[in-house]
T-cell receptor, first 114, second 110 residues
Framework: KAGVTQTPRYLIKTRGQQVTLSCSPI?????VSWYQQTPGQGLQFLFE???????NKGNFPGRFSGRQFSNSRSEMNVSTLELGDSALYLC?????????????FGPGTRLTVL | QKEVEQNSGPLSVPEGAIASLNCTYS??????FFWYRQYSGKSPELIMS????GDKEDGRFTAQLNKASQYVSLLIRDSQPSDSATYLC??????????FGAGTRLAVHP
């Protein structure tokens, strides 16, 4: 079974621009979670979607948003990019509806903001 | 106080030894606990999950959970140089929300 895929793998943007990242979960998985990883803050939860509904959200500004499509694919968007948004953005998928399901990570998108 | 705490390391062990990685968490209501391994430049890879007090073994890996002490550990037996990585402890904090520790860097030297 194919794993979680993320596109693009690398991205360079300038301050003030916006960016959209894409995530395709493992086949049959309906939950997608997004995380930001930086050297200073580590891995931090952004939000989670299940059946096109956002069920959980982390402590990030409104510039960070996401959505999920009916085929479980998910996108996240960051508007008005700041230098501090440079990070590895990871998505993870899980299979069941419950709150404690195992999450499997994709390879990540490395975003650099200049 | 951070929600999930780990020693940052590096933890250096000789090849063939047992590596012991520790993690404490603050939310007594947490139900699920995970250990992920992350090689430099790569994404986290699941090693173990544990939900009940006690030990859970999978090959060379043993996870231990003590909810009363709010403590999770990972033992790696017969450590190999390929085990050198950062090990992340994660605790659930709501719908598929994982709260991660900062990670412990493990270095296994021949």
């Amino acid at each position: 079974k194919a794993g979680v895929t993320q596109t693009p793998r690398y991205l360079i943007k300038t301050r003030g621009q916006q960016v959209t990242l894409s995530c395709s979960p493992i086949s049959g998985h309906r939950s997608v979670s997004w995380y930001q990883q930086t050297p200073g803050q580590g891995l931090q939860f952004l939000f989670e979607y299940f059946s096109e509904t956002q069920r959980n959200k982390g402590n990030f500004p409104g510039r960070f948003s996401g959505r999920q499509f009916s085929n479980s694919r998910s996108e996240m968007n960051v508007s008005t990019l700041e230098l501090g948004d440079s990070a590895l953005y990871l998505c993870a998928s899980s299979q069941r509806r419950g709150a404690t399901d195992t999450q499997y990570f994709g390879p990540g998108t490395r975003l650099t903001v200049l | 106080q951070k929600e999930v705490e780990q020693n940052s390391g590096p933890l250096s062990v000789p090849e063939g030894a047992i590596a012991s990685l520790n993690c404490t968490y603050s939310d007594r209501g947490s139900q699920s606990f995970f250990w992920y391994r992350q090689y430099s430049g790569k994404s986290p890879e699941l090693i173990m999950s544990i939900y009940s007090n006690g030990d859970k073994e999978d090959g060379r890996f043993t996870a231990q959970l003590n909810k009363a002490s709010q403590y999770v550990s990972l033992l790696i037996r017969d450590s190999q140089p390929s085990d050198s990585a950062t090990y992340l402890c994660a605790v659930t904090g709501g719908y598929n929300k994982l709260i991660f520790g900062a990670g412990t860097r493990l270095a296994v030297h021949p």
